[in-house]
């Protein structure tokens, strides 16, 4: 396969081996995304960016001199020096207002604890007694105590970044407004400082929320409106404070600019590229006009993504959280604001046709181009990376092949006319593992699906765990490599109960999906034979059995769905609906209060507590 200077690729091998050539129209259509100019590729000299790992020879980027993070300079004549600190440095070079960003890394992620395990929960749905109608920041707390009193090391939960402070509130984790910041939703009003004393306006609006959680369907833009009012009368209460002042401090320009996008966008509504010309750029005049005009509401804004912060910080210390982190964000979203010059907007990223899907998948998030990237130093990625595992044990990569090629489908295109384009993942990687070093966490990356050959270990030689997932795989659990988490299945696929049952596939037949029938036959038959369960099992058996049958995984972590120990027969998402299905919005059907003495939970816990891995080689 050739790549052009651009990263576009010549085409690609589909699911079915076939090699598709990418046809010359999609090839302009992408540069013209790119806002590229054919006679003029992307400056490859002297390199815009280097990595230094230990263990491996130290590149020659030039002469120079190298100033180190800390403000250090070191004169560069050859090979950059060997010992160089961990972070990113800057060699300017002799002669020229050129620069090259050097990324030192460790090279590696640091490892989870051996034999570890964990609860995969979608945090919206843990609701306990004092829940607003969805999952908060002090259910994760509950939840993480009762957890690691069972003997966890982790709850791997949905992302929690940030939508569009608007309603209708989007339901999907995976298609934030910001990865940077954090979603409202989340915060436990009741625990923020003020709230047992706030008035009846406060206790009111409890009294609504709590009565949202006799619905198993998650009302998110009820939720939104009780939660806004409510801590907008505790904002107006709030006389400031250190830690909020020292928050702010630290987040800088970034947590500003993300207040003042929510503070435009509650004025103009969504879709930042029709706002008034003078409100489109983060950088305008006017921009910085509006904020001081309106900074209560921009300081409301950061306000409220401290009291994220500060519950976020006591949840992780009950147990430690892995962070997961979307593929990408919202083309209207705080983000796209922000970054629109280092974006491709008229594009998006998909997957190309395959077995499953015929027509291919368009997921609508806009991809960052490979050399803007990189002339920015790669900030939108350190960025984003550092905040997502900020107070975090774990990082789950969704996507992570994307690090190394993502499927673009241009503005008006269809998915089956899309082109791969390649990004540059020795950088990428280098920034995963020092930000993860930094952070003292450990990652993941989520390799399910097509993989080109040279990904896995790639990602296996910076330690960065793969994704070994039951349902895909052929090999029984103990035969898992040691570097991986493995699982039983994700949040799009069956659970134990939907798959044993039969419901699940009954429900994607009655919503017109078309499934793979008999490929969802093979795998029941094969789950009955691996965990020795006979056709009229009851499905908690199968259930219980199963994870007997995970904890003797040779992954160094595993996880067990809360939906899996609570025999849920109906999946969080059902990829091919929008609202035919209750997408990220079913609660468990028990609250936590229950889950923590519900007999199956506890068995599945129990044989996890108790596994050890057998030893093997990655």
Known sequence: MQTDAWGITSGYEDTRGVWRLTPPRTRRAILE????????????????????????????????????????????????????????????????????????????????PADAWGWAAQLYGVRSAASWGIGDLADLERLGRWSAGLGASLLLINPLHAPLPLVPQQPSPYFPSSRRFRSPLYIAVDAVPGAGDAGPEVAAAAREARALDAERRIDRDAVHRLKMRALERLWERFGGGERFDAYCREHGAGLEGFATFNALAEHHGSGWSRWPAEHRRPDAPGVAEFRAARRGRVRFHQWLQWLIDEQFARAAAACPVMQDLPIGFDPDGADAWAWQDVLALDASVGAPPDRFNAAGQDWGLPPFVPDRLRAAGFRPFIETIRATLRHAGGLRIDHVMGLFRLFWIPRGMTAAEGAYVRYPADELLAIVALESTRAGAFAVGEDLGTVEAGVRDMLARHCVLSYRCLWFEEEPPARYPRLSLGSVTTHDLPTIAGLWSGADLAAQQKLGLRPNVAATESIRRRLGRLVGAADGAAVEDVIARTHA????????????????????????????????????????????????????????????AARRAPRRSP
């Open 33 to 112: 995304a790119m806002g590229a100019d054919p006679a003029r590729p992307p400056r490859s000299s002297p390199p815009p960016s280097v990595v230094v790992a230990a263990g491996r020879p130290a590149p020659s980027p030039g002469r120079g001199e190298l100033t180190l993070e800390d403000g250090a300079i070191v004169r560069v004549d050859g090979p950059l020096p060997e010992g160089l600190p961990p972070g990113y440095h800057t060699l300017r070079h002799d002669g020229s207002d050129a620069t090259t960003l050097v990324i030192a890394t460790p090279g590696a992620c640091p490892l989870p």
């Open 549 to 608: 049958l995970l904890a003797t995984a040779g992954s160094t972590v595993v996880t067990a769905t809360l939906e899996d120990a609570l025999a849920v027969a109906e999946r969080p998402n059902m990829p091919g609906t929008v609202d035919e299905w209750p997408n990220w919005s079913l609660a468990l059907p028990q609250p936590l209060e229950a889950i923590e003495r519900a007999p199956l939970a506890l068995a599945v816990a129990a044989a996890l």
